[in-house]
C-alpha cells in the first residue's frame, strides 16, 4: 500500500469513530453536581457528594437503559464560581441536569441558566423560600427554613414556652429564621423579651449571652451557620444558661447530625424542629445510615438526605420518561412526586417544585452513648409557607 | 452593677487571649520589622495539635499546652532557617506577598489533612462552668486564660528589658550590622525570636479553640483582629500590644453587651479613634527605619 492509501485508511478510521461518538453520547445522562468541596461549605458538600455516589452504587448507574455519568465540580459556595461552572457545564459538557448548590447565592447563580438552557435544576441542599421562584426549571428536595422555623415558633408557643430571646446570625438566611419564627410565635401568644443579631463572622458569644441571661426568658431561639452552634452551645453552658432553666429552641441546622457529638453534653436537652434525624425510626432510615455509616465512617446529616433523595429524584423522572432528557418533560415528570424517604414520606409540591415533608420536633439525648436528635412530635406534609407569589 | 463586673472579666478575658495570639506578632513586626501575616497559621497549628493530642491521644489538656507552644516553635524555626530569613532584606510588599501565599497552604494543608469541620478540645470538667464571685459570674476556664496570660505577660516583659538575651535582641533590631560587630550571633538571635513568636502563637491557638472555634480559615478569619492589636499597641514594646488588647477586649465585649446593634463596629471605632489620636499607636515611636 502507498502511504497515500494508508492516510485514507486512517481517515477513514477516525470518520467512523467520529461518527460513532454521538450515538454512544446519546446512551449517557450527565448530571453535573456543583457542591463546596472546598472552603467553610466544604462539609456540605461532602455529606452530599457522598449520598449520590451511595445512591448510584445501591441503584446501578443505568437508568432506562441509559448510563447515569456524574460530573462533580467545586464552587467553594463563590456564587461566582457556580455561575461559571453551571455554564461550562450546559454548553461544553452538554450535561441533562445541574445539582447540588450548597448555599442559597450558589442556586440563585445558577437559575437563569438553566431557563435559558431548559436545564432542570436539582437544589439539594440550599434553603431560602425564594429559589425555586427564580426558574420553572427548578425543584429541590432539601428543606426551606420557613418550614422548621415556623413549626417551632407554633410549637414553643402551644408548650409553655411564653417568653423567648433570640440570637440570629445577621444574614439573609438568620433574618429569615427570626422572621418566619416569630409570626408564628408572637401569633401564638408568645412574647420575644430580646432580640439579638450577631455579626455572621462572630469569635466570641460571651457578651450576646450575658444579655440573654439577663432578660430572663423560658427559651433561647437560635440561628447561626452550621458549625458555630458548637461553639454557641459550649458557652451558652460556661455562662450557666442550661442551670438557670432556660431552654435552647431553634430549626434543626444548629444540631445537625455530624456536629452534635462535637458539642458534648452541652447540646442535651436541645429542642429543635427540623426534616431529619439520624435517630429517624424508621427501617429505610435504619439502612440508610447503616449503608453511609459503612461506605464513609460517619453519621448522614440533614444535608447527605437532601443529595440522596435528589439523585432519586432525577433516577425517577428518567423512568418516568422513558430516558428522554427533554427539559419540560422531566419536570413534568417530577412534579407531584411522592416517595419515602429515610427522612420520611416526602413528595414535590406540583405547583412550587418545592418539598413537602414531615417537620419533627425532637430533643438531644443520649442514645449508646452518642448523642442524638430524638423525634417525639410530628407535623405532617408541611409545605413552605415562605413564597412570595401565593 | 455586678453584670458591669461579669461583662469587665470577660472582656479582660477576651483580651488576655488576642494579646496572647498576637504578641507574638508584635515581636515579629515590631522588633524584627518583619510583616509576617501567616502569624495565624502557627496559632492554628498549636491548635490542632493541642486538639489531636487531647481528643484522639488522650493527653491531659495541661500537658498538650506546653507541646503546642514546642510543636509551633519548631516549625517557626524550620520555616525561619528555611523560607523566611530569605525575606529579611526585601521589602515589606515581598514579605506580604509571601506570608498571605503561606496562609493560603496552610489552610488547604490543614484542610485536606483534618477536615473543614469545626472542632473542639475536649477540656477538663475543672475547667468547664463558673462560680459566683460576690455575685460575679467568673467563667473558670476563662479565668485559667487570665492567670497563664498574665504570667506569660510579666515573663516577657522581663525577658525583654532584664536578660542579656532580651538586650542583644534590641541591639540586633536597632543596628545589625554594629550588633554583629560586637561578636551577636544575629541570624541566631532572629531565628530564636521568630520561633518564640511562633510558639505564643501556637499557646494562643490551643487557649482560643475554647472560645473562638477551630477551623482551617482560622488564620484568615483571625488575622484582621491580630494586625488591630499591634496597629493600636504600637510595636516598640510589648507593653502597647498588652494594653491595646486589653482596651480592644473589653471594648468588644462591652460594646456587644450594651450595644449589641453596634456590636461588631466597636472594636473598629476605637481603632480608627486611637490612630486619629496617635497615628503610630499607643504606644509607638516614629519609625525608626
Known sequence: MSIRSHILLAAGAAAAILALTPAYAQETVKIGLILPMTGGQASTGKQIDNAVKLYMQQNGDTVAGKKIEVILKDDAAVPDNTKRLAQELIVNDKVNFIAGFGVTPAALAAAPLATQGKVPEIVMAAGTSIITERSPYIVRTSFTLAQ???IIGDWAAKNGIKKVATLTSDYAPGNDALNFFKQNFTAGGGEIVEEVKVPLQNPDFAPFLQRMKDSKPDAVFVFVPAGQGGNFMKQYAERGLDKAGIKVIGPGDVMDDDLLNGMGDAALGTVTAHLYSAAHPSAANKEFVAAYKKAFNQRPGFMAVGGYDGIRLIYEALKKTGGKTDGDALIAAMKGMKWESPRGPISIDPETRDIVQNIYIRKVEKVDGELYNVEFATFEAVKDSGKTKK | MTTLFTILFDGVAYGMLLFVLACGLAVTLGLMNFVNLAHGAFAMAGGYICAVLVNNSGWPFFAALPLAFVTAAAIGVLLERTLYRHLYTRSHLDQVLFTIGLTFMSVAAVDYIMGSSRIFIKLPAALEGQFDLFGVGVGRYRLMIIVI???LT????????????????????????????????????????????????????????EILGLDPYFPLKFMIYFLIVVTVGGSSSITGPFLASLLLGIGDVAGKYYVPKMGPFVIYTIMIVILIWRPNGLFGRAAAR
Open chain 1, 148 to 150: 422548621s422555623c415556623t
Open chain 2, 149 to 151: 496570660c498574665g504570667l
Open chain 2, 154 to 209: 510579666l515573663a516577657l516583659q522581663l525577658i525583654l528589658s532584664k536578660t542579656r538575651f532580651g538586650s542583644r535582641l534590641r541591639a540586633a533590631v536597632d543596628d545589625p550590622r554594629v550588633a554583629s560587630g560586637l561578636g551577636i550571633n544575629v541570624p541566631q538571635v532572629f531565628a530564636f525570636t521568630f520561633a518564640f513568636g511562633c510558639g505564643l502563637a501556637g499557646l494562643g491557638g490551643a487557649l482560643s479553640a
